[in-house]
């Protein structure tokens, strides 16, 4: 089981002080986060990609070689590359480039996005998004999979006698997550290809989730990749922890109803029974988390949003050391009694080359 981080990379302004941090200082920071999240034990740091405001990660493969440079384990990945309105060519070659620098550290999470105008701004048309989504990736799998690679299709111009490089490091792909907040074809699609499936899990009721998860691990189980409660399944949650729960609802409830996404809407309290989010202890926060067993189905991945809506870098500094400290390693004794002997982890570089090399000498 991977525990980890993903931030959208929002520029926003603090509540309480009425002060906003430079685009500078809020990239500076994802940065110190990801190096608190290797620091105290975590598995994953991830990061959305945006090109609007109040969004800064435009560049995720530019942010995630930086930090590779200064971390020496954790996993860097997207929590969204936007396979609609990125050229498959040169997602395949970024992310391989960045395999070789991070020694293999390094998968992605493909999504359609939730910003409209980035499509017309990036020349695509948004009425096309699941055929974008589609094509576009069945071009990236074969990019990474075949040296020469000769193709046509709806939406780029035909490639012949291509090779896109560098090639994937020891000839593994990066692991592939197709994330989704609405979409059934997106399931059927991560199904398919027996790859992972993300659900966002943030802003709806779990019902909708749970509806988006059945359905990948059937049809999972349908393509033949192995069992349904075998298929990779990675979920998104939001916590905000203080030692004592009073405390923590007191200081997040500013940030909470002026956040962007959220903010103006349900009340705090509406909101943590509704959805996944958890405002309270280290303890609250473990037995919400474990209740997601029970609705999803044994799963592979878990990451936190914890630095959004204007949270200073301090208090996300001390969110992380909550986590690592007292929740983490609770949840990952929990979860692996739990789970099945023949329910897989997640997929690393290393466990997808030992694979690979076992299927060349079978």
């Known amino acids: 089981m991977q525990f980890g981080i993903f931030t959208v990379g929002d520029v926003t302004t603090d509540p309480t002080t009425g002060r906003t941090p430079t685009e500078a200082e809020r990239i500076k920071a994802m940065v110190a986060i990801a190096q608190k999240a290797e620091e105290v034990g975590l598995d994953v740091f991830a990061t959305g990609e945006h090109h609007n405001p109040p ?189 004592n729960s009073q405390d923590a609802v007191r200081e997040f409830r500013p940030y909470f109803d002026n956040a962007p996404v959220y903010g103006h809407g349900p009340s705090l309290e509406e909101f943590t029974e509704e959805t996944p989010l958890t405002v309270g202890s280290p303890q609250e926060v473990i037995d919400k988390t474990l209740t997601f067993r029970e609705s999803f189905g044994d799963y592979q991945r878990q990451l936190f949003l914890m630095d959004h809506a204007g949270l200073p870098l301090k208090t996300v500094l001390e969110q992380l050391d909550l986590l690592g400290e007292e929740v983490v390693p609770v949840l990952r004794r929990e979860m692996a009694a739990r789970r099945p002997a023949h329910v897989p982890d997640a997929p690393t570089h290393a466990s997808l080359l030992a694979r690979r090399n076992e299927e060349v000498l079978s």
Do not use: C
């Open 55 to 243: 969004f800064v990660p435009s560049s995720p493969t530019t942010m995630l070689g930086y930090i590779a440079a200064r971390t020496e384990r954790i996993v860097l990945s997207t929590s969204t590359t936007l396979i609609t309105t990125n050229d498959p060519v040169k997602i395949a070659e970024d992310f391989a480039m960045l395999q070789h620098l991070a020694d293999g550290r390094v998968d992605l999470m493909l999504g359609r996005g939730n910003t409209g105008p980035v499509y017309p701004w990036f020349g695509k048309d948004i009425r096309e998004g699941i055929p974008l989504a589609i094509e576009n990736y069945a071009l990236l799998h074969k990019l990474w999979r075949e040296d020469v690679v000769n193709w046509q299709g709806r939406f780029r111009t035909p490639l012949q006698s291509f090779t896109s490089t560098p090639r994937p490091l020891d000839d593994v792909p990066p692991f592939v997550w197709h994330g989704s907040i609405r979409s059934p074809e997106i399931a059927e699609q991560a199904a398919y290809y027996g790859d992972g499936f993300f659900a966002n899990n943030i802003f709806w009721p779990k019902e909708h989730f749970i509806q988006l998860i059945n359905l990948y691990r059937r049809r999972y189980e349908h393509y033949g990749h192995g069992s349904a409660d075998q298929a990779i399944v990675g979920l998104g949650g939001q916590v905000f922890m203080r030692k």
